[in-house]
């Protein structure tokens, strides 16, 4: 085997850890409120997003070519410095490792932070004087940092909108107490000046299992322009749900991808297919852990609100790719569910105190790993 394909191999199994770890922190934030609001099962809310993803991965071939340039290092280290293969390796491993250990505790962090820190890291041990960190700046960290701001505010905004276009449409919102699959009651919502005297019971001879559990659940009842709401409801939310991922999908993969691209030894095409079946299989292999905080540990949420959260999300996360701001997904996403958490007075502040601390020390880790990785690799690849 000859040294360039050492070389490209050496480049790759970095570039595909990383993607690996991606989807496996990251593929499920995009349905997190389809599960978490009992729309749908996890596999299948996982099913619809590795489908969604992929698809966004493959639409960044053509559409996200700023990312790609973004995150090549290109405008922040000297040329010289990122035609080492020590640079995109060491960028890669620290980035991935840092994700993985995330994964491994359920906590939902950034790729785009890891990257980031990973970048800072390497490039300043790398290029001390010639690192250009007024760049780093304003081309990555301040979208970071303002794009789950934007999220808080739009869902705090959107939900309360929502919910006053629903009561005006004259769409109830009622609780069923539920246990297992069975219903034993249902209380209408209570409105201004209305008295409720009785639960309203259905059926009257609930059918009672051993090890169920009791849960109870908010449902719409009532339609919109002639069509039933909740069925309106679920299938908004599902395609929002759907528009999430694929945003996703175009927004990180490009980021890694342009790893496997800094050796210029494989085509745009192959790198972005090769990064989105491993962040797939990532997702596929080893999403539970974050599923779970991001669906069950940060707010407890109705479909309507969960639609609301997937709205601000996409729309956010799609409108950064268009203009190649390297945006979380995570920032996004989660920062849309503590804005509904906070309107609902729902939010779980411990958990998401504990996240937002993950989100805190992302940045220097991967920035430490950088120094150490490219410290151990410089000199020994070339």
């Known amino acids: 085997m000859s040294s360039s394909i050492i070389v490209v191999v050496l480049m790759m199994i970095p570039g595909i850890f990383l993607a690996f770890t991606n989807g496996a922190n990251d593929n499920f934030k995009g349905v997190a409120t389809l599960y978490g609001s009992e729309t749908l099962s996890y596999k299948m809310a996982l099913a619809w997003a590795t489908i969604t993803t992929l698809l966004g991965a493959i639409a960044a071939t053509f559409f996200a070519e700023k990312l790609l340039h973004s995150f090549s290092g290109k405008g922040l280290v000297p040329a010289e410095i990122i035609s080492l293969s020590s640079f995109g390796i060491s960028i890669a491993l620290s980035a991935a490792l840092t994700v993985l250990l995330a994964t491994l505790f359920g906590f939902p962090i950034s790729t785009t932070h890891a990257l980031t820190g990973a970048l800072l890291g390497v490039g ?54 539920c246990l297992g699959n069975q219903v034993v009651s249902v209380q209408p919502e209570l409105t201004a000046g209305a008295q409720v005297n009785a639960v309203i019971s259905s059926p009257s001879f609930p059918m009672l299992q051993v090890g169920t559990q009791m849960s109870c659940k908010e449902q719409y009842q009532g339609h919109f322009f002639g069509i039933n709401a909740k069925a309106l409801i679920d299938t908004v939310h599902f395609l929002s749900s759907g528009l999430v991922s694929f945003a996703r999908g175009l927004n990180d993969a490009p980021k890694i991808a342009a790893l496997l691209l800094i050796g210029h030894s494989l085509s745009k095409e192959v790198s972005v297919a090769t990064i989105g079946i491993a962040m797939a299989l990532g997702g596929i292999l080893m999403a539970r852990k974050v599923a779970e905080t991001m669906s069950h540990q940060i707010t407890s949420m109705n479909d309507g609100q969960a639609l609301s959260a997937n709205l601000v999300t996409s729309v956010i996360v799609l409108g950064a790719s268009r203009l190649g701001l390297p945006v979380s997904t995570t920032h996004v996403s989660c920062g849309a569910l503590f804005g509904i958490g906070a309107v609902t007075k729902k939010a779980h502040w411990n958990s998401i105190f504990k996240i937002f601390l993950s989100w805190v020390i992302t940045l220097p880790i991967a920035a430490l790993l950088g120094l150490v990785f490219f410290s151990l690799l410089n000199g020994r690849i070339s």
């Open 124 to 177: 300043y041990i790398a290029s001390p004087q010639g690192m250009d960190l007024s760049n780093l700046y304003s081309s990555f960290l301040a979208p970071l940092l303002v794009s789950p701001i934007m999220a808080i505010i739009g869902a705090g905004l959107l939900y309360p909108l929502f919910s006053f276009l629903r009561k005006k449409s004259q769409i109830t919102r009622e609780s069923c107490l």
